[in-house]
Nanobody
Framework: QVYLVESGGGTVRAGKSLRLECSAT????????MGWYRQAPGKERELVAT???????TYADSVRGRFTISRHNDRETVDLQMDSLKPEDTAVYYC?????????WGQGAQVTVSS
């Protein structure tokens, strides 16, 4: 069984920061690629950032330089530090885990950025 639980969402003003945390229950956490995706109202779910088992990181162009993904294998968590937030970052943010060909999702955390 795989369980992903996000925490840390909320509402902030533009320019402020938020930190999301995903707590994972997954077999041998350190072997898996983990990621964050987001979905804004009326839009498709899109990649925000991913981090592989070997700590290779990928960012969406829209967040590069403002967001930082990190993983903590000892605690089985993956974080997303979001700085200089913009109203267009408003979305539901989902934690994602990859196990072979299987992809698992958390329930999502709402992030709202007001102007």
């Amino acid at each position: 069984q795989v369980y992903l639980v996000e925490s840390g969402g909320g509402t902030v003003r533009a320019g402020k920061s938020l930190r999301l945390e995903c707590s994972a229950t997954i077999r041998i956490f350190r072997f898996h690629t983990m990621g964050w995706y987001r979905q804004a109202p009326g839009k498709e779910r899109e990649l925000v950032a991913t981090i592989t088992a070997g700590d290779k990181i990928t960012y969406a162009d829209s967040v590069r330089g403002r967001f930082t993904i990190s993983r903590h294998n000892d605690r089985e968590t993956v974080d997303l530090q979001m700085d200089s937030l913009k109203p267009e970052d408003t979305a539901v943010y989902y934690c994602e885990a990859e196990e072979g060909l299987e992809i698992y999702w958390g329930q999502g955390a709402q992030v709202t950025v007001s102007s």
